[in-house]
């Protein structure tokens, strides 16, 4: 069975990331505000997807 899309999610402050896996072809189809709990503070999350 093969996957027809990876999904992914990364943290709106990690440019590096983004840049990487923009360059590898994924594409950002959705920013979720106060998604995921980080250090005690409610933070955005950035939802990625990669069709294959």
């Known amino acids: 069975l093969k996957p027809k899309i990876i999904r992914l999610s990364v ?14 072809g994924f594409k950002k189809v959705a920013k979720i505000s106060k998604q ?9 999350e950035i939802i990625m997807l990669l069709k294959v």
């Open 11 to 24: 943290f709106p402050t990690n440019k590096a990331a983004i840049g990487l896996y923009k360059k590898l």
């Open 36 to 44: 995921i709990q980080y250090k005690g503070k409610l933070v955005d």
